[in-house]
């Protein structure tokens, strides 16, 4: 009796039990839950000769964004190999993208995942993979060409219906076309309350649109379904902090730091400390609110000690800036240009696509850093100056991105640079749909320009 995936491909498993184990662990996978390990043990343990979860396990080693979790990825992949004979060409094709993906060599790995999906638009696992993968590299146009070309294969009922119209209205978030990315999205949780991508994706319309009263119902209304969620839940928590601080209640913003996005005694964050979006949620608004006069005590210090043990791992160029922002808080230069070193040596000697987005937009905004926390803000904005523009292909949305683009203004202003004050304000005032003398990162300076 063959067996099939969740939307009737086939999968290269005798094992019932294994079949729906997998099954399981890829809904875990979609819907952002913590149990995905789990299930996937209970899959290799009843099919330990299973390649496409073995390929899983590959997948999930390579979406941390973690060095030292790119052996475990070769393991997966190493145990795939030895079976991928008796696989479906698909599960061949995965195998393919996962080696293509641990080289480096993103451009071929998104092409093959496009593969899959031109010839099976509804593998539901390459589709979340191109659109993850996709979006940090700053590529919202793939990601919404992927689910557009698969949406008349979908249905209500199938299981990936609500993470295809999630992935649709985030791609389109991205690309401003906000009236239909919030339909997708609302949508999306009328089939799953407990679906974290597409309240994450509305979270970000409203946030463009400056609704914060809106976004803050919208996360607390759907807080109560997130039961067993990972550690998406922290960056949904990050976005009602973003509302919070535009609307200047920064003791608010505080509280959710501690007691929610970075929880340091949460079990989600003890099993993952130093997970790339964490970092990211953690540091990003420590700068925000350090810029705004707040006193954030003593919360760099644990984000230090963290990039300190992650120096020279540059699989998430977008992340390393974030670290250095804890190093240049604490007042760790050596440490900082140890980080320098490092990210120079990756971007010269890696020859993949990763590092030369480390060497072209990740080193000068680190060196950025450095500079302003040397008390040289004249040099960080000339440093950081030709990365502005392409700094997008880092990856980030533009909420994410946004804490760049008020490092470069900080800098600017700090220097007295009226011309790359009004730089940075005629961009933000092109991607942000709420002006800049409405922002609270930005209507300091633009008041003051004006």
């Known amino acids: 009796m063959s067996h099939t995936d ?37 899959t290799l343990a009843a099919d330990p000769d299973f390649a496409l979860a073995h390929i899983l396990k590959g997948y999930l080693m390579m979406l941390s964004f973690k060095e030292a979790n790119v052996p475990a990825a070769v393991e997966g992949l190493a145990a795939a190999d030895n079976l991928i004979g008796r696989a479906s060409g698909r599960e061949q094709a995965h195998a393919a993208a996962l080696r293509a993906w641990i080289s480096g060599d993103l451009d071929r790995t998104l092409a093959i995942w496009e593969q899959i999906l031109d010839e099976h638009p509804r593998d539901v696992l390459a589709l979340r993979l191109h659109h993850f993968n ?69 979270a970000h319309i409203l946030e463009m649109q400056g609704r914060c009263a809106e976004g803050i119902d919208w996360l607390g209304a759907l807080e109560p379904y997130w039961e067993g969620a990972n550690n998406l839940k922290h960056h ?38 130093d997970l790339y979006i964490d970092i990211q949620n953690a540091a990003s608004m420590l700068f925000r609110l350090a810029r705004q006069g707040v006193d954030v005590g003593s919360r760099w210090n644990e984000i230090a000690d963290k990039a300190e043990a992650r120096i020279g791992d540059c699989l998430s160029p977008f992340t390393l800036p974030h670290w250095m922002m804890a190093l240049a808080a604490t007042r760790r230069l050596e440490s900082g240009e140890r980080m320098l070193d490092a990210m120079r040596t990756y971007a010269a000697s890696a020859g993949t696509l990763n590092a030369r987005l480390v060497g072209d937009y990740a080193l000068p905004i680190s060196e950025a850093l450095l500079l302003r926390a040397k008390g040289d803000p004249a040099a960080a904005a000339r440093v950081m100056r030709p990365a502005i523009g392409g700094m997008y292909r880092l990856g980030g949305s533009h909420a994410q991105q946004d804490v760049l683009e008020q490092l470069f203004l900080d800098c600017a202003v700090a220097a007295g640079s009226n011309d790359d004050v009004a730089l940075i304000l005629a961009r933000v005032a092109g991607r942000h749909p709420v002006p800049p003398e409405r922002r609270m990162g930005y209507k300091g300076a633009a008041r003051t320009l004006s």
């Open 6 to 42: 969740l939307h009737g491909l086939p999968l290269s498993t005798a094992s019932a039990a294994a079949a729906e184990a997998f099954n399981t662990t890829v809904l875990s996978y979609l819907r952002y839950r913590a149990d995905i390990s789990a299930n996937l043990k209970a």
């Open 134 to 202: 996709a979006f940090w590299l700053g590529r919202p146009a793939a990601m919404a060409r992927e689910v557009e070309q698969a949406l008349p294969y979908y249905s209500r009922d199938l299981a990936g219906w609500g993470t295809l119209l999630a992935c649709r209205c985030f791609a389109h978030e991205e690309l401003g076309n906000y009236t239909l990315a919030e339909a997708a999205g609302r949508d999306a949780i009328d089939v799953d309350k407990g679906d974290l991508w597409a309240a994450h994706a509305v």
């Open 236 to 273: 949904l928590w990050w976005h009602r902090g973003l509302y919070h601080f535009e609307r200047g209640e920064f003791d608010t913003v505080l509280g959710l730091y501690d007691r929610n996005f970075r929880n340091l005694a949460s079990p989600i964050t003890e099993a993952q400390p």
